[in-house]
């Protein structure tokens, strides 16, 4: 036991003394949380659009203008068709609309006029927004502002939507708890990784094998700091989400810490094991990238759902432990606690940690090559 | 002044090279995770899974779900008697939406009067939710346009007329991959310089290297000529991956490919030697390239546009050599963008590589202990 403390305390000097430890375990997680409340929206983007109008009666002005009150676009008016393309190509608009110079005289007669957009396929989303953007403003003009509103039958079944947990519809509700998985993939996994991939690279690894400790104190001596630390840090996050931030937080902080300390659990198993195979702090760290740090951000379902993925892709995502530990983040901090939800997840995550932690006693040797 | 440069060339080859376990998770994680994360991250959402509450029981009613069955979009439809189950089902996350029909929806219809279904969504993941809402509405306009055709004769309608450039069918796939590549590139690009000179320092070969005869422009050479060239290997493997098996089109010219390329590789390894030089230890140098990458993926225009950041957000963007690169990228590949339009987000590559390199080199002989 005095071992194992002696062991504690050294890793916290380590830990207290590096700045990189304390940068990733507090400025990171507020980087991040501050990049995705103010730098990533998912919800309604503003995009710039351009204009070419060549029908001049009044009605197409009242058109005009309901494109250019409309807080999701910024519209330019342009005269050259010419310059608007190059402009599109540039990727300087998003899209482009134009209204034929028939446009007002075919809808004073009852007819169908049309409209053209032209998107920058280039970029599908924005491509999408521009469609879904143009389409709304154009009936919304047509059935409630113009002067044809009269002859329009309305719509007879009207959709009456409902999005529940976030009347709001803010991305930011679910993204910013959901970016504390990253964190505590950082730290769980990429920190724990260098750190003992270290002691093999410097010799002082072997100093240790040739004192009287045991395998299980070298793995918990390990195991702890770094736990600690990754739950000073999430304890941070946490609070910066719901005091500073204002996300809505509608579950119990009980479950919430229980959950998130089994992720921690399973990151650091990740971790651990990754340095004590490969005992080197390049290779480790090319290890931690790659097979946990990019697969948590992309494959965990917290931007990119999980449901619409290819078949082998989502089997591949269930060895990610971000995957279950994004899902109860979001569902805690939203809907409160569904144990329908929880319950599964966490069995899934100690499994998986039970599975590492045995992997990594098992390979911490005892003996030298 | 040569020999030794291409002495020192071969030296870092050879140490980034000897080792079988780094070659590999150098050469074989991009193109994989090329492949692998191409399909996932995706945002078109498919598989959708829903529950009706079908109040109505009449033929109008079942034609409407019916519509749901035939259409891409949506796995399963989930059949419930009461309000109570819809609840169950979406709060445990069942089912991504639910649809509820009103008694009265066919008597209505009938009677030519407007009336409206009821869509709940999970907002717990609302861009989710937002794309499936707007599958709903495209389906229910197509149900009434098709059963009630004669309601739209003779009145003025607006045709919307779409066409997109660059990518006509809106393929996610292209713009996924050419970000793919871009990021991917960056990573590789980081994690080989941002070890090398950290890696030297701690095991004190760095001193050794000042203290030979290699000037520092030497020395900023032998850094930077061998991971250009690996990366550059690395990135024209994905390229050609890109095009072979995800079907990317590739319009633009080649040599303004490469050029753009080795002018962005060059900005991303002097960042990469740059925060190697500064730092005292590896877990510092890849600590600080994570804190790095981070910000400079998600605030690309990657997530979601630049035009849509706040303002300060927007001039930090000007700081990031991932933002300009990716606009080159789209617009060579996809667009064949003309050459003063690539020029123009070259010049912020150029001035941010040459910048970087030399705080490096100024940085080698400064840092001295």
């Known amino acids: ?76 008016v342009y005269d050259n068709s010419k310059k608007m393309y190059d402009d599109l190509t540039g990727s300087k608009l998003r899209g482009i609309v134009t209204i034929p110079n028939d446009f007002s005289k075919k809808l004073d007669r009852g007819e169908v006029a049309n409209v053209l957009l032209i998107t ?62 990253i ?18 690279e410097r010799g002082t690894m072997e100093a240790l094998l040739t004192t009287k400790v045991t395998r299980i104190q070298i793995v918990l001596g390990k195991y702890i700091p770094y736990f600690i630390l990754g739950m000073i840090s999430m304890s941070f996050s946490v609070f910066m989400c719901i005091v500073v931030f ?99 997840n966490c069995i899934f995550l100690a499994v998986l940690g039970v599975i590492l932690f045995a992997a990594v006693y098992e390979k911490t040797q005892m003996r030298l090559e | 002044m040569l020999k030794r440069i291409l002495a020192l060339i071969r030296k870092e080859f050879i140490s980034i090279w000897k080792d079988p376990r780094s070659r590999m998770l150098i050469v074989a994680p991009p193109l994989l995770q090329l492949l692998i994360f191409a399909h996932a991250a995706t945002m078109e959402i498919r598989n959708i899974d829903m529950a009706v509450l079908d109040r109505s029981q009449t033929l109008q009613s079942r034609d409407l ?132 000179i950290a890696r030297e320092r701690e095991m004190g070969t760095f001193d050794q290297l000042i203290v030979s005869p290699l000037s520092s422009f030497e020395i900023l050479m032998g850094k930077t000529v061998p991971p250009l060239i690996i990366s550059l290997v690395l990135a024209s493997m994905m390229g050609v991956f890109a095009n072979i098996f995800f079907k990317v089109p590739f319009i633009g010219s080649l040599p303004l490919y490469y050029f753009s390329m080795i002018i962005y590789l060059l900005s991303i390894l002097g960042v990469g030697l740059l925060i190697s030089s500064i730092c005292k230890t590896q877990q510092q140098a890849i600590l600080g390239a994570f804190t790095f990458q981070m910000p400079a993926i998600l605030l690309s225009g990657y997530i979601s546009p630049v035009e849509d950041m706040p303002v300060v957000f927007q001039h930090l963007t000007l700081l990031n050599p991932v933002r300009f690169f990716l606009l080159i990228m789209k617009g060579i590949c996809l667009k064949n963008m003309a050459p003063q339009y690539v020029f123009e987000n070259l010049v912020p590559l150029a001035i941010i590589a040459v910048l970087s390199l030399s705080a490096a080199s100024w940085m080698f002989k400064r840092n001295l202990d």
């Open chain 1, 120 to 181: 920058d396929g280039s970029e599908v989303n924005l491509a999408n927004y521009a469609q879904n953007y143009t389409k709304a403003i154009l009936n919304q003009w047509l059935n409630s502002s113009s002067k044809y509103q009269r002859k329009i039958p309305p719509t007879l079944i009207n959709l009456d939507s409902r999005y529940w947990y976030n009347q709001d519809i803010n991305s930011h509700y679910f993204v910013l708890p959901g970016s504390m998985s």
């Open chain 2, 65 to 196: 779900i019916s519509e749901f069955q035939h259409s891409k979009w949506f796995r399963t439809i989930v059949l419930v008697d009461n309000e109570n189950q819809v609840a169950q089902l979406v709060r445990t996350r069942k089912v991504q939406l639910a649809l509820s029909i009103n008694t009265d929806f066919a008597k209505k219809l009938m009677q030519n009067k407007p009336t409206s279904v009821q869509v709940i969504l999970d907002g717990r993941q609302t861009n989710t939710a937002s794309i499936a809402n707007g599958y709903v509405a495209s389906i229910v306009s197509q149900y009434e346009a098709e059963h009630f055709p004669q309601r739209m004769k003779n009145t003025p309608r607006i045709n919307l007329e779409i066409r997109n450039w660059f990518n006509p069918n809106l393929i996610f796939l292209w713009y996924t991959v050419i970000s793919l590549v871009t990021i991917l590139a960056t990573s590789i690009g980081l994690v080989l310089t941002a070890l090398s």
């Open chain 1, 1 to 76: 036991m005095r071992i194992l403390k002696a062991l504690i305390i050294k890793e916290f000097y380590q830990i207290s003394r590096d700045p990189s430890s304390i940068i990733i375990a507090f400025i990171m997680p507020l980087m991040l949380l501050v990049i995705y409340m103010y730098g990533v929206n998912l919800d309604t983007v503003r995009i710039t659009m351009g204009m070419k109008i060549d029908d001049p009666s009044q009605q197409v002005v009242t058109l005009v203008d309901s494109f250019k009150s409309n807080k999701f676009i910024t519209p330019f």
């Open chain 1, 246 to 344: 204002q996300v809505p937080f509608r579950g119990s902080l009980l479950v919430l810490f229980g959950f998130s300390a089994l992720f921690l659990f399973t990151a650091m198993g990740q971790g651990l094991l990754i340095s004590s195979v490969l005992k080197n702090q390049f290779t480790a760290s090319q290890a931690a990238l790659v097979g946990g740090f990019l697969p948590a951000l992309m494959l965990s379902g917290l931007v990119f759902p999980i449901t619409s993925m290819p078949i082998p892709i989502q089997w591949l995502s269930s060895v990610i432990p971000s995957r279950y530990f994004v899902a109860c983040l979001q569902s805690e901090f939203m809907s409160g606690t569904v144990p329908e939800i929880i319950i599964p």
């Open chain 1, 183 to 200: 964190t505590m993939t950082l730290i769980g996994m990429l920190l724990t990784a260098l750190v003992i991939a270290r002691e093999w």
